[in-house]
């Protein structure tokens, strides 16, 4: 099995490559089969490098949305409908497999 990261310019865009790629069946995304497994991000958060204060006085990173909507998907083959949203495997990515 390989590993592919996807990223969509939105929601609607990466649910209509879902459905152009067969993975969306009667309103349903199909998230798993004996060739595919699909894991829906959605929007990821990176911290801006500003540092906030909560009413506690606990400080925590600021965090700010990267653009796109997110996906993994795992499969021998990535369907052709959803190849323009590979992107290169993130050098931290928000979620992975799990072995």
């Known amino acids: 099995m390989n590993d592919y990261y996807l990223k969509a310019e939105s929601e609607q865009a990466l649910m209509a490559a879902l459905d152009a790629a ?5 309103g349903v995304v199909v998230k798993a089969s004996q060739i595919h497994a699909l894991d829906i991000v959605g929007v990821v958060y990176e911290p801006t490098g500003n540092t906030l204060t909560d009413d506690e006085g606990t400080e925590f990173p600021e965090m700010a949305p990267v653009a796109g909507f997110h996906a993994n998907y795992r499969g021998e083959d990535l369907p052709e409908a959803l190849v323009p949203l590979a992107i ?7 979620r992975v497999w799990l072995e």
């Open 22 to 26: 067969g993975l969306i069946v009667e």
């Open 88 to 94: 290169p495997a993130p050098s931290s990515p928000a």
